[in-house]
């Protein structure tokens, strides 16, 4: 499929012109066709402007038009074909395999939120009728039901260029929502971005929605990002990526005049601690599990685990025996880009530079620089360590892990309460070790979004019940998830009707209930009309 090398603004391919910059194959270091265009400013602004005028539209529009979209977009990204994998393929390094499994996971959260969109009750209508003869004081009639922002602001992640992407969670959940979006793409991985963008433009042109409803604008370094988040128009910020970025849109959006909600997934080093059973019992599994948790996708997830706390003895001993063979095992992989691996490289070294690390073992072979390789790795210290020394809680984006030996139950301790916030935590364990770990648990759920019980962090299920988010810096606020229907309650606000006449009402709060939702009355649930 043709690449244009354009931004996308409401519908319409961006001007030529100003800077330029092409994808680069991190496999074989050479450019990619076509050359991409960086947006101007005045396009970025016309971008939210007509995502403004959209969302008059939109945001009043039934449900089934929000599903209707999510859908399309869903079979359109999936007509795109193997040309999609292919190019996501050329730009990141990514196996195939592993795009097509990203493609399924980002056509199934659409249609998801499609499904929770068409029931309806996600609005949370809650209705306290009037009491005019209550005394002391009548009640009036109250109704209350969540509405959406207004136009999103999307920025699309080096990791996953499909799911948490110009298509992804954060898209999903705006557009069902009832909020338009503007994504900037990442720039790894433009063409890409192109592709999908056509596909959610082809989408919003079928299902008849106004064009202002999405925009794709490519751009290097803060500028065109921070005007992003100062446009007047957009009320809120989809996020994921690193700590230093994330923090710099969030200070901008709290510097405007009028400060407007970021959220921002950022950093995570995702603690596992193996309790002294597990360690006994299925200490060479839990070695194999390690691995292949600390490397999955050459260990650029934001949930791999970099610190793996256990307790000293002969069985510990056993198990970093284990791991460190399979480490010097374990082939080099290709990273996404060139600035990560050299991000990598430069965090790994902070970390090993700690007094009292040693490096334990790297994996075999020679690492391609060209083709940006590098080996799995791993390192170990006195868990005592981690409490002086801050350095150790950096994240090492990359296949690195830092195994930290404890002498006590009591360290175990004191190292997660020291603990930053966390994407999750993960305990391995017997029932006995999980019986007597229950002060070690409560710490944990005090520090992570997701506490994993005798399993590893890096899978992250798409449901409703998934939590993807924890306290700061893992994001940037900790109530919410950004993956999971109950993402769509980040572009949500609460809005309160007090007496309004019955026709005045959105269809949620009606008397009639003619969308059949499940509503609050009178602090019961119920589908019956009033």
């Known amino acids: 499929m043709s690449l244009h090398g354009l931004s996308l603004v ?147 992640s080096s990791n996953f260029p499909l799911a948490f992407s110009v298509a992804g969670g954060d898209t999903a959940s705006a557009f069902a929502a009832g909020c338009p979006v503007v994504v900037k793409a990442h720039r790894a991985h433009p063409g890409t971005s192109e592709l999908v963008a056509g596909a959610i433009t082809r989408a919003v042109t079928a299902c008849g929605l106004p064009a202002g409803l999405f925009s794709l604008i490519h751009g290097g370094g803060a500028s065109i990002g921070i005007a992003l988040v100062k446009h007047p128009t957009t009320t809120a910020v989809g996020f994921t990526g690193s700590h230093a970025a994330g923090r710099a849109l969030f200070d901008a959006a709290a510097s405007r005049p009028q400060p407007i909600p970021v959220f921002a997934e950022m950093s995570s080093i995702n603690p596992v601690f193996l309790l002294p059973g597990a360690v006994r019992e299925r200490g060479a599994a839990l070695a194999q599990g390690l691995l292949a948790s600390f490397t999955l996708g050459v260990g650029q997830f934001c949930t791999k685990p970099g610190l793996v706390f256990a307790l000293r003895g002969p069985d510990t001993d056993t198990f970093v025996a284990k791991l460190a063979e399979l480490v010097r095992a374990a082939p080099s992989g290709t990273m996404l880009t060139h600035g990560i691996r050299e991000a990598f490289l430069e965090h790994r070294a902070r970390i090993t530079a700690v007094p009292g690390v040693e490096a334990l073992a790297q994996g075999g072979g020679t690492a391609d620089i060209a083709r940006t390789e590098l080996p799995p790795s791993v390192a170990t210290t006195p868990a005592r360590n981690f409490l002086r020394h801050p350095a150790l809680a950096t994240e090492a984006f990359g296949p690195f892990a830092l195994v930290l030996l404890a002498d006590s139950a009591d360290e175990f301790q004191a190292c997660a309460a020291a603990l930053e916030g966390q994407l999750t935590a993960t305990l391995h364990g017997t029932a006995a070790d999980l019986a007597g770990a229950r002060a070690l648990l409560a710490t944990l759920e005090q520090k992570a979004g997701r506490i994993v019980i005798n399993g590893f962090p890096t899978g992250v299920e798409v449901c409703p019940a998934m939590n993807h988010g924890g306290p700061y810096p893992a994001t940037t606020d900790v109530r919410f998830t950004s993956v999971g229907t109950a993402a769509i309650q980040r572009f949500v606000r609460p809005v309160c009707y007090q007496s309004l006449p019955d026709d005045l009402l959105p269809p949620a709060l009606q008397n009639a209930n003619p969308l059949g939702l499940l509503r609050l009355v009178n602090g019961a649930p119920t589908r019956e009309p009033l």
């Open 10 to 156: 409401a519908g319409s391919p961006g001007r030529p012109g100003g800077v330029t910059f092409r994808a680069v194959n991190p496999a074989t270091a050479q450019p990619l066709e076509p050359v991409f265009h960086e947006a101007s400013l005045a396009e970025a602004g016309h971008a939210l402007d007509a995502a403004a005028t959209a969302f008059a539209d939109y945001r009043a529009r039934p449900a089934a038009d929000r599903a209707r979209l999510l859908d399309t977009i869903a079979a359109e990204i999936e007509g795109l074909g193997d040309a999609l994998l292919q190019r996501a393929h050329a730009e990141t390094g990514l196996p195939l395999a592993r795009l097509t499994g990203e493609r399924g996971r980002t056509c199934g959260q659409l249609r998801l939120f499609a499904q929770l969109v068409r029931d309806g009750s996600w609005v949370d209508a809650r209705i306290d009728p009037a009491l005019p003869d209550r005394q002391p004081l009548p009640r009036p009639d109250l109704r209350r039901m969540l509405i959406p922002l207004g136009p999103v602001v999307v920025f699309g």
